[in-house]
Each structure stands twice: as structure tokens, then as C-alpha cells.
């Protein structure tokens, strides 16, 4: 992790912490609830609220959110050809963009800068792209 995750808001504090167990529990092939429970354990069962709306938002609306990414993702990126931590970046997004009020250009900036920390080079340009055709392609709610 760079040296500038110490600088951290608590929300990308929360939200890098929601990552680290959706990348987990993905590279594992376990569950969301398995893992999240295990890493609360870890933690002393300190886990920020966001961190858990995050987690259970992303495994209660998954399929939901992987069609999202897969309409808002060009042919040549499909879902499983994405790196697992842009994916994972991507699932927390379209989660907040969908499911929460938080601003789009909020999410989208926090997806941008995890994926500047974590990920490959192209992943913040890459990211930008798919979360701004996602936000721009909202569904709209029942």
C-alpha cells in the first residue's frame, strides 16, 4: 500500500477495508458473510458502518450489480477479464451509485483513487469510464 493510504478519510478508510474483504473472499472463493464475520473477528469486531453496509450491499444485490458493470463494460473488458481488484473496486461502486445517495462524483472520485493506490496503471482511467457510464445509465428505482 502507498504511502498515501495513511492519509485516508475514515470513509476511504472504510471503503479500502470493504475492498480488502471483497478481494478476499473473491481469491478465496468464499462467502461475503464468511469473510466479512472472520476479519470482524481479526479486528477485534471494530468495523466501521460503511464498511458493513458495503460488504452486505454488494452480496445482497451481486447479480444486479455484475449486470450493471457487464452493460456499462465494453466487449473487450467483460467482468471476469477484469482485474479482480478493479472488479472489486467496480462492485462497491455501482453498489453506492445504485443503492445509496451518495454523490456520483463522490463514488466515482473514491473508486478513482483506490484504483490510482491498488491497481495497474490504466485501472483509474479504465475505472472512470465504467463508473461514469454506469452513473449515467442509472436505473431507476420501483
Known amino acids: 500500500m502507498s504511502q498515501r493510504a495513511s492519509h485516508y478519510s475514515a470513509q476511504t478508510k472504510a471503503r479500502k ?3 480488502d474483504i471483497l478481494f478476499m473472499a473473491e481469491q478465496r472463493e468464499a462467502s461475503l458473510s464468511e469473510t466479512f464475520t472472520e476479519q470482524r473477528s481479526l479486528s477485534g469486531g471494530v ?5 458493513r453496509d458495503i460488504i452486505f450491499g ?36 455501482v453498489y453506492e451509485l445504485d443503492y445509496t445517495d451518495t454523490p456520483p462524483a463522490a463514488v466515482i472520485s473514491e473508486a478513482v483513487r483506490l484504483a490510482s493506490d491498488l491497481s495497474t496503471d490504466e485501472s483509474p482511467t479504465f475505472l472512470n469510464g465504467l463508473l461514469a457510464k454506469a452513473a449515467g445509465a442509472k436505473p431507476t428505482t420501483n
Not at 61 to 87: F, G
Open 17 to 19: 477495508a470493504a475492498l
Open 58 to 93: 454488494v452480496a445482497g444485490n451481486l447479480d444486479a450489480i455484475d449486470a450493471r458493470i457487464e452493460a456499462a463494460a465494453s466487449e473487450k473488458w467483460p467482468l471476469d477479464r477484469m482485474p479482480s481488484v478493479d472488479r472489486n473496486i467496480a462492485r462497491m461502486a
Open 47 to 51: 468495523v466501521r458502518e460503511l464498511t
